[in-house]
């Protein structure tokens, strides 16, 4: 069965600094989702992507964040300058279309700022 | 605004007897209701939803889920616990009607399902 996939599993960055969250989705899906789960927190959506452009995004999604599908199978997250409180478990997600269809989550990259 | 609730932190329930893991939800417009499923260092793993029709809606692994408008609620159930039902399980709602096609999580149930 096909699977969302995501990396790396865990990434320790310092504040600061850079970090790309990568995920490839399943591979007929069209649209793309970041999530967030602070440790002992909601489920939070971040970012929603379709044809190569943001469809919706949250509050959370300010300029430090950026998405991107550099080519036809990778969809990543770029997180500019890594703050403490950006410490979570991202989830990428994938569904065929919107509308009714569910979307499909990957195992989440765990990423922890010191 | 979007809303769901998830009453219990944690449900214990002896192998062999039903289960259920409640669900409410507040939406402005048309609900779009899934639950899913969360092991141990796994990705949120989709168990059924509720679009339209049937109240009663049947998915993965024996689970199922009733959609009751009055009440908004849709609380998952199975008739009989399995100690490898043991999971973390989220309910979501996505607003039908409002144009977006976020999901708005609970704050999830710890199932433990005791041998």
């Known amino acids: 069965e096909p699977e969302v996939t995501q990396t790396p599993s865990h990434q320790v960055t310092q504040m600061g600094q850079e970090v790309i969250l990568r995920c490839v989705p399943i591979s007929n899906h069209l649209y793309f989702y970041w999530y967030r789960q602070i440790l002992g927190q909601k489920v939070e959506f971040l970012v929603s992507f379709y044809n190569n452009e943001i469809s919706e995004k949250s509050e959370i999604f300010d300029d430090q964040f950026s998405v991107e599908r550099p080519d036809g199978s990778n969809f990543t997250l770029k997180i500019r300058s890594t703050k403490l409180e950006d410490s979570a478990m991202y989830f990428c997600a994938s569904s065929v279309v919107q509308g009714a269809y569910e979307q499909y989550f990957g195992p989440g990259t765990r990423l922890t700022v010191t | 605004a979007q809303s769901v609730a998830q009453p219990e932190d944690q449900v214990n329930v002896a192998e062999g007897n039903p289960l259920t893991v409640k669900c409410t939800y507040s939406v402005s417009g048309n609900p779009y209701l899934f639950w899913y499923v969360q092991y141990p260092n796994r990705g949120l793993q989709f168990l059924l939803k509720?679009?339209?029709?049937?109240?009663l809606v049947k998915g993965s692994y024996g689970f199922e889920a009733e959609f009751n408008k009055s009440q908004t609620s849709f609380h998952l159930k199975k008739p009989s616990a399995l100690v490898s039902d043991s999971a973390l399980y989220f309910c979501a709602v996505r607003d039908g009607g409002s144009g977006t096609y976020k999901y708005i999580f609970g704050t999830g149930t710890r199932l433990k399902v005791l041998a």
């Open positions: 509720y679009i339209t029709g049937d109240n």
